[in-house]
């Protein structure tokens, strides 16, 4: 049923890419014709290559509110690209373990850099309403006031009752409009000195940050192009309309008029209060085949992992899943600070098992979303290991603050998860070339490690294929990767290749899972899990891999699990006439959470921190579909 590969043969499986069948072409930038065009190597079977989509710095009003506005995109792109530097939280010098191979500086569009400009006593910021409100709730900036700030910003943004009585219209008129436009001039030029084709990817972006009614319903924005045709434009924010369907106009108009292109990221739907995946719009009117499309043209992909906790599924949507509560986050941004119950629109598994569902009413799926991963750090610095964890922000950076309020929603620092990244197989290390991958889904998240995954799905895979020299070649020829379509073909049911590899600085495998989700006989929409692939001897997936942790000094061994796992999977349970997708989770074996490294130096109880001592990391493909019609 599956094999176990050896670490010699998967090095050569993987790393072949990067030494084999590579030609010499310009950087995809050059569509752009905006920055140098180099000669950068590119590899038609792609390598993968990490990066992080959510990175905020200063210009962010939450993370200066926050108390940390000496965080610079400066920062955050030396840290990314492996620099040692200051950390802005702490003033210890911090430094990744790896670096990254592109980052999007994703700082919330509303009222970009104008709180920091307030504070700078800038004429037409710092002597309007709301800046001589702001500044004397909290002149000097301490903790107390800046907290007080961040709560008015939130109400004020939606109308809603507030201590300054402030309103949305105020805040748009005197921090927002034409007022960001120097600090998003500021980004954009930051983005262009640390771009370095084939190296280090800066992609410009920016973040839309629509809080309806306290759901979290943000998008990251980013784009190819570079800076020449990100001036033309000044980021659409949820001020401007915290509806995303009038997001997607404004990129609609903006492309058109610009010539720019963009990819749109819905973050963390896990706090959206069941609207991110929903079955009637904002406006009252259920989702139609227009907006299905809309949704679709714009947005390839979601957040499914980052701090604010995973949003695969939830244990109260998939029961039977026994590893379904993984780091599950509840704390919505509810002015009252309630926790809502989790809903089928909360979720990317019931999103997309919702989006069959809809398919077959609309004629097209209106949530056919890849996986990601990413930080949405407001720290300037994507430090997510659990080793090397920075935190959110400022008021859970450090062990001694993590037992207190964060003041986002109802949490404390121990809430917070360390996650995630994003690997990307793509031709090359280029604005053009990422982006290319992430609208054809070809993308996967990590709540870490980084997790070597292949995930083809074709009809005519066999173990020959997975065993031999040119299984990447093979894989394309007869299927299609992570993120493609399947048709009927004559009944037949379609096999699957995976291959897995460990990070090589982290912890061995435990198990390639297949998660499937299809739609009935009578239209309703199922999920189910399968084991495809074990680590050791195991051939029942309800036998643990075991856990090599020591509680009392938070290291693990590598003495249980496997290095590599690799699977030809034929779902035994097929019906040629249910339309279904498919997703790998691959999980690793044990390993220490942050909360359990923090406890013990505190001196503490791990119990204290309200969460597990040791988690199993994971990654998550994105899903291949398979169409009956």
């Known amino acids: 049923m599956f094999r176990i590969i050896t670490l ?6 993987f790393i072949s890419c990067k030494t084999d069948n590579k030609n010499t072409v310009s950087s995809g930038a050059e569509k752009t014709a905006e920055e140098p065009t180099p000669e950068i190597p590119q590899n038609p079977l792609k390598e993968v ?26 920062i955050a792109y030396r840290f990314a690209r492996g620099e040692e530097v200051t950390s802005p939280t702490t003033g210890k010098p911090w430094k990744l373990t790896k670096p990254l191979d592109f980052i999007v500086i994703a700082d919330h569009a509303e009222l970009l850099g104008s709180v920091a400009l307030m504070y700078q006593n800038t004429p037409g910021i710092t002597d309007t309403k709301t800046g001589k409100a702001f500044l004397e709730i909290s002149p000097d900036a301490d903790d107390e006031g800046m907290q007080k700030i961040y709560d008015i910003l939130n109400f004020a943004a939606f109308d809603q009752p507030n201590e300054a009585n402030l309103t949305a219209k105020d805040l748009v008129e005197d921090f927002g409009g034409e007022k960001v436009a120097e600090a998003w001039k500021r980004n954009i030029a930051d983005a262009e000195k640390f771009n370095d084709p084939g190296k280090f990817t800066t992609l410009i972006g920016w973040e839309w940050s629509s809080n309806n009614s306290g759901a979290n319903l943000h ?54 209060i069941g609207l991110m995946f929903p079955e009637v719009r904002l406006n009252g009117e259920p989702v139609d085949e227009a907006y299905a499309k809309k949704r679709m043209q714009w947005e390839p992909a979601v957040e499914v992992t980052q701090i604010k906790g995973d949003s695969e599924t939830h244990p109260a949507l998939s029961p039977n899943d026994e590893f379904a509560d993984y780091e599950t986050y509840d704390f919505a941004l509810t002015p009252d600070g309630t926790r809502p119950p989790p809903t089928l629109a909360d ?148 096999t699957f290749m995976v291959a897995v590899m460990k990070d090589p600085d982290g912890a061995n495998l435990d198990r390639i899972q297949i998660i499937k989700g299809w739609l009935d006989a009578n239209g309703k929409s199922q999920e189910k899990v399968f084991d495809v692939a074990l680590s050791g001897d195991r051939t029942d997936g309800s036998q643990k891999v075991g856990n090599t942790v020591d509680l009392t000094t938070g290291k693990y061994t590598n003495s249980i699990g496997a290095p590599e796992l690799s699977v030809v999977w034929t779902d035994p349970e097929f019906d040629a006439t249910q339309n279904a997708f498919y997703y790998v989770r691959a ?9 359990l490294l923090g406890a013990l130096e505190l001196g503490i109880d791990v119990k204290e921190t309200g969460h597990p001592a040791t988690i199993q990391e994971r990654v998550y493909s994105s899903p291949i579909w398979y169409s009956a019609e």
Do not use: C
Request: aromatic share 10%; net charge negative.
């Open 49 to 74: 290559y990490w990066g992080d989509t959510h990175q905020h710095t200063g210009n962010s009003f939450d993370v200066y509110l926050f108390g940390t506005p000496n965080s610079t995109p400066e």
């Open 219 to 272: 998008r990251v924005v980013f784009m190819p192009q570079g800076g020449e045709t990100a001036k033309k434009f000044i980021p659409y924010s949820a001020l401007d309309s915290d509806n995303p369907e009038d997001l997607w106009t404004w990129l609609d108009e903006t492309s058109a008029r610009t010539g720019a292109d963009f990819v749109a990221i819905p973050h963390n739907p896990n706090i959206s």
């Open 347 to 494: 979720y990317v598994r019931t999103g997309l098992m919702r989006g069959l569902e809809m398919e077959a009413k609309l004629g097209t799926n209106p949530y056919k979303m890849g996986m990601i991963g990413s930080s949405d750090s407001h720290t300037g610095m994507s430090a997510i290991e659990e080793t090397n964890f920075a935190g959110k922000g400022q008021h859970d950076a450090t062990n001694e603050k993590r037992p207190h309020p964060t003041g986002i929603g109802s949490s404390k620092g121990w809430d917070m998860g360390a996650a995630g990244w994003v690997g990307v197989w793509a031709e090359s290390n280029t604005r053009q070339a990422l982006v290319d991958a992430f609208k054809r889904k070809e993308v996967y998240a990590t709540t870490g490690p980084r997790i070597t995954l292949r995930f083809f799905g074709g009809f005519d895979y066999t173990d020959n294929d997975l065993a031999g020299d040119n299984m990447v070649q093979t894989g394309y020829n007869k299927g299609v990767p992570m993120g493609g379509d399947l048709k009927n073909t004559d009944g037949k049911a379609p």
């Open 587 to 595: 999980l690793e074996i044990p390993t220490p959470r942050y909360s």
């Open 8 to 13: 010699l043969f998967a090095l050569i499986l």
